[in-house]
């Protein structure tokens, strides 16, 4: 299937259009002086393609590297011709299409990764698992998801493996779209960190629980590179009114029914114990006394049946308020309705359950409204119809273009309720 895209002349139908914050991108590394960055070598990969791109937003952050490029301005995707999209996937490709020595050196977390002979320097911000930073000449920056581990590590099974699968990079590509859709729509100033594509690696990862033959292709996403804020990598406390802040954009958020915070990442479990409370997280008993513990029962409103207190996970780029600006949507979820404790952290050892913690039954804890929610979005046939795509992509069943189209049908399918600027 793969093959007969030759008969496909436009690139542009790889095209995922919508709005974007239109901020000035990053242009040198000194910007993460603050920081710090690891450098180290990657392995260029044979036969990465870009699957989806938002060209406007690339012509938006990068118009004079892309003018030398193409040899003249080009102001919207609109203007491109085909063989100017072309080469702006190649663009993308070669200065983004690689992978860290020790995710190239092994098999097991992935089929073998073919490999061009180049070389290229890359650097990781602070906890940074599985994403790097990378530059092309004038002054061009792209965070790139899905590259690997860190020299220091191995890929681990079954979730640290180092890499990013073709519906985790569809899913944050869609949901950032649905987020700022819903903060637009809302009247906040906030906004997504913006995607610029998705690039096909050419071989799958492998020992996959979530997926039923236990592999999938493996991607890349390529964002606008950011900073953050101190609070989110070093040793630096929230305090309360970052916490607050943080908290302000989960609950704006959950009038569409859409959450940062309600996965399970950041969850607390409160059971009854012979000295009144247990407080766990993923299973782990927490070792507070009992006077803290009597503190945390009456905080979260404890009444003697098991309690669940999701944290906010709520994800920013180093940005000032009200202009902030979010990111990493994958672990964002579509929900119906709320009813776990909201628990947002003015410590940075989040366990100590130090911070402000908002009850279903107070009048701030905001349930989605029927009218806004995008919570039946995983029930509708375009979104169904995304993932069979993305799997039927995967096995060679169904071409890049078809794929670009159930995407841009899912997401407008999902946000054609909402007003977006």
Same mark, same amino acid.
């Given at each position: 299937?793969?093959?007969?895209?030759?008969?496909?002349?436009?690139?542009? !139908? #790889?095209?995922?259009?919508? /709005?974007?914050?239109?901020?000035?991108?990053?242009? !040198?590394?000194?910007?993460?002086?603050?920081?710090?960055?690891?450098?180290?070598?990657?392995?260029?990969?044979?036969?990465?393609?870009?699957?989806?791109?938002?060209?406007?937003?690339?012509?938006?952050?990068?118009?004079?590297?892309?003018?030398?490029?193409?040899?003249?301005? *080009?102001?919207?995707?609109?203007?491109?011709?085909?063989?100017?999209?072309?080469?702006?996937?190649?663009?993308?490709?070669?200065?983004?299409?690689?992978?860290?020595?020790? =995710?190239?050196? =092994?098999?097991?977390?992935?089929? /073998?990764?073919?490999?061009?002979?180049?070389?290229?320097?890359?650097?990781?911000?602070?906890?940074? $698992?599985?994403?790097?930073?990378?530059?092309?000449?004038?002054?061009?920056?792209?965070?790139?998801?899905?590259?690997?581990?860190?020299?220091?590590?191995?890929?681990? #099974?079954?979730?640290?493996?180092?890499?990013?699968?073709?519906?985790?990079?569809?899913?944050?590509?869609?949901?950032?779209?649905? *987020?700022?859709?819903?903060?637009?729509?809302? %009247?906040?100033?906030?906004?997504?960190?913006?995607?610029?594509?998705?690039?096909?690696? %050419?071989?799958?990862?492998?020992?996959?629980?979530?997926?039923?033959?236990?592999?999938?292709?493996?991607?890349?996403?390529?964002?606008?590179?950011?900073?953050?804020?101190?609070?989110?990598?070093?040793?630096?406390?929230? %305090?309360?009114?970052?916490? %607050?802040?943080?908290?302000?954009?989960?609950?704006?958020?959950?009038?569409?029914?859409?959450?940062?915070?309600?996965?399970?990442?950041?969850?607390?479990?409160?059971?009854?114990?012979?000295? $009144?409370?247990?407080?766990?997280?993923?299973?782990?008993?927490?070792?507070?006394?009992?006077?803290?513990?009597?503190?945390?029962?009456?905080?979260?409103?404890?009444?003697?049946?098991?309690?669940?207190?999701?944290?906010?996970? *709520?994800?920013?780029?180093?940005?000032?308020? /009200?202009?902030?600006?979010?990111?990493?949507?994958?672990?964002?979820?579509?929900?119906?309705?709320?009813?776990?404790?909201?628990?947002?952290?003015?410590?940075?050892?989040?366990?100590?359950?130090?911070?402000?913690?908002?009850?279903?039954?107070?009048?701030?804890?905001? =349930?989605?409204?029927?009218?806004?929610?995008?919570?039946?979005?995983?029930?509708?046939? !375009?979104?169904?119809?995304?993932?069979?795509?993305?799997?039927?992509?995967?096995?060679?069943?169904?071409?890049?273009?078809?794929?670009?189209?159930?995407?841009?049908?899912? *997401?407008?399918?999902?946000?054609?309720?909402?007003?977006?600027?």
């Amino acid at each position: 299937m793969h093959s007969a895209e030759a008969l496909l002349p436009d690139p542009k !139908s #790889l095209s995922a259009r919508g /709005p974007f914050a239109r901020d000035a991108p990053l242009t !040198s590394l000194a910007a993460f002086d603050a920081q710090g960055l690891t450098p180290e070598t990657m392995a260029g990969v044979a036969g990465a393609r870009v699957l989806l791109a938002h060209y406007d937003l690339l012509l938006h952050d990068f118009a004079e590297p892309l003018a030398a490029l193409l040899s003249r301005h *080009v102001p919207h995707a609109c203007d491109l011709r085909a063989d100017e999209a072309q080469a702006i996937d190649a663009w993308l490709v070669a200065h983004t299409a690689f992978v860290s020595a020790p =995710q190239a050196a =092994q098999a097991y977390a992935n089929t /073998p990764i073919p490999l061009t002979g180049q070389a290229r320097t890359a650097w990781r911000p602070p906890r940074y $698992g599985r994403a790097a930073v990378m530059g092309a000449p004038g002054g061009v920056l792209f965070d790139v998801k899905g590259c690997g581990v860190p020299p220091d590590e191995v890929p681990e #099974l079954p979730n640290s493996n180092g890499l990013l699968t073709l519906s985790e990079a569809l899913y944050e590509f869609a949901l950032e779209r649905l *987020v700022y859709a819903a903060l637009v729509h809302g %009247g906040s100033a906030v906004r997504p960190v913006p995607a610029y594509a998705i690039v096909d690696l %050419g071989f799958d990862a492998l020992a996959l629980a979530d997926h039923p033959d236990g592999r999938a292709r493996a991607t890349l996403l390529l964002r606008r590179a950011q900073t953050r804020p101190r609070c989110q990598w070093g040793k630096e406390d929230p %305090g309360p009114r970052m916490a %607050g802040l943080l908290l302000e954009i989960e609950l704006s958020l959950r009038r569409y029914g859409i959450s940062a915070s309600n996965c399970g990442a950041v969850r607390f479990d409160i059971v009854p114990a012979h000295n $009144g409370i247990a407080v766990s997280r993923d299973g782990k008993a927490l070792p507070f006394d009992p006077d803290r513990l009597a503190q945390i029962a009456r905080a979260t409103g404890y009444a003697g049946r098991p309690l669940a207190v999701d944290g906010v996970n *709520v994800q920013i780029a180093d940005s000032e308020p /009200p202009c902030t600006r979010v990111l990493d949507f994958g672990r964002y979820r579509l929900r119906p309705a709320f009813d776990a404790v909201l628990y947002t952290w003015w410590r940075r050892d989040y366990e100590s359950l130090e911070g402000e913690f908002l009850r279903p039954d107070a009048p701030r804890y905001v =349930q989605p409204e029927p009218a806004l929610s995008m919570a039946a979005l995983e029930a509708q046939p !375009s979104w169904q119809a995304l993932w069979e795509a993305a799997g039927n992509y995967g096995k060679g069943r169904l071409g890049r273009h078809a794929l670009a189209k159930a995407f841009d049908g899912a *997401v407008a399918d999902a946000t054609a309720h909402l007003a977006c600027d």
